[in-house]
């Protein structure tokens, strides 16, 4: 089975800190991808990437950034956390674009 | 327009009804489809992908309609494990390498 995990499954951050939210997949994925999900609001994608050290902007890249590194690691980074992105994260793997996505377990981030 | 449109539910139904959920999409460059299913503050699990030719996997059924950029998801015989919100996928841009979501559709079958 295919296995995405992220680092933490609830975070409390408060305003202005820098955050850093893990994802490693362990099935040799090349695309990776970070959602977050807001009430109403449904998915949206932050950013995502089809290789190593590549990435491409989603929907809503503001105040976020990202890294890739590694083929089985993406890591999403609030560079000054702010109380709007409070929400829930949810990393995202796929081998190919036409093939389905699995998500990990996805962290829910309070900023205070 | 949003590039995913479903039913805005939520779809309140008795065991063993049949449902429908309906679902648009605006790229028409979109190549792959999928319903997945996402249970109260879980992550959302692939259900099933969608074929051109329709598909059914046990008492689920997807039809895509390529022509009218449509695609369902008719569930039969519903369970109370199969309340859960019901999101239809499909891969978004021209290089076919993010996946679009659908606000998804509430599913509550009771007993």
Known sequence: DVKVTQSSRYLVKRTGEKVFLECVQDMDHENMFWYRQDPGLGLRLIYFSYDVKMKEKGDIPEGYSVSREKKERFSLILESASTNQTSMYLCASSWRASTEAFFGQGTRLTVV | ?111
């Open chain 2, 1 to 111: 327009r949003k590039e995913v449109e479903q039913d805005p539910g939520p779809f309140n139904v008795p065991e063993g009804a049949t449902v429908a959920f309906n679902c648009t999409y605006s790229n028409s460059a979109s190549q792959s489809f999928f319903w997945y299913r996402q249970d109260c503050r879980k992550e959302p699990k692939l259900l099933m992908s969608v074929y051109s030719s329709g598909n059914e996997d046990g008492r689920f059924t997807a039809q895509l309609n390529r022509a009218s950029q449509y695609i369902s998801l008719l569930i039969r015989d519903s369970k109370l494990s199969d309340s859960a919100t019901y999101l239809c996928v499909v891969n978004g841009d021209n290089y076919g390498q993010n996946f679009v979501f659908g606000p998804g559709t509430r599913l509550s079958v009771l007993p």
